[in-house]
């Protein structure tokens, strides 16, 4: 039992970490009070991306090369980020993210249970690429 404990807790020292030390996740109240009306620039799958989130609730994305942006829903739910691209007049379906702030690097990062998007935040509408 003891050599199945030790062996465990080998393997969980070993893998990877999506929190390392100085990072925080975010609650609603502070998702909401970061994301609304202001812009987010960031990398996803390789891609520059941007997105805006009004007070409303709409939200628009963007990544670099798109002719316009992609319209979809956003919110605060059980301290996560909420959004559904099924369009504005459709049922939504919506798919929730961590947001986990670095303070010591200054970054914030959307993440879920494969991936780990980084991202700033920038003051109001900002989806352009100029």
């Known amino acids: 039992m003891l050599r199945k404990t030790v062996v465990a807790a080998a393997l969980a020292a070993a893998l990877p970490s999506y929190v390392s030390a100085g990072e925080v996740t975010l609650s609603n109240a502070e998702i909401s009070k970061l994301l609304t009306g202001n812009s987010v620039q ?20 963007i990544q670099q090369g798109d002719v316009r942006p992609s ?45 780990r998007v980084p991202f700033i935040v920038k003051d109001g509408h900002s989806i352009s690429f100029d």
């Open 71 to 115: 319209e979809g829903r956003w919110k605060a739910e059980n301290d996560s980020y909420c959004s559904s691209w099924t369009g504005l007049w459709n049922e939504e379906s919506w798919s929730c993210y961590a947001i986990m702030h670095d303070e010591k690097q200054g970054l914030y990062y959307f993440t879920g249970e494969d991936f």
């Open 42 to 61: 960031g990398l996803h799958h390789e891609k520059h991306t941007r997105q805006y989130f009004s007070k409303s609730g709409l939200t628009l994305w």
